[in-house]
């Protein structure tokens, strides 16, 4: 799970068609938590996701310093 986040990232901001000639792109952060990290409770679940959305934008912003 290390990396999908990456990879749903990238899926992302891959552009796209939304017409002939136009192309689209976006971005956003993903923070990704398995049951392997909180067991099966879902408040637990995205809260650990929340978090480590977080931790990537700040990662982000100190990296573009």
Same mark, same amino acid.
Request: proline letters at 3%; charged letters at 25%; a negative charge.
């Given at each position: 799970?290390?990396?999908?986040?990456?990879?749903?990232? &990238?899926? /992302?901001? &891959?552009p796209?068609? #939304?017409?002939?000639? #136009?192309? #689209?792109?976006?971005?956003?952060s #993903?923070g990704?938590?398995?049951? %392997?990290?909180?067991?099966?409770?879902?408040? $637990? /679940?995205? $809260?650990? $996701?929340? &978090? +480590?959305?977080?931790?990537?934008? +700040?990662? +982000?912003? %100190? /990296? +573009?310093?």
């Amino acid at each position: 799970t290390d990396h999908l986040g990456e990879r749903l990232a &990238a899926t /992302l901001a &891959a552009p796209f068609e #939304v017409e002939p000639g #136009v192309l #689209v792109s976006c971005g956003g952060s #993903v923070g990704v938590a398995t049951t %392997e990290d909180c067991g099966y409770d879902a408040n $637990a /679940l995205l $809260a650990t $996701a929340d &978090a +480590r959305m977080y931790e990537v934008k +700040r990662t +982000r912003q %100190e /990296l +573009r310093r």
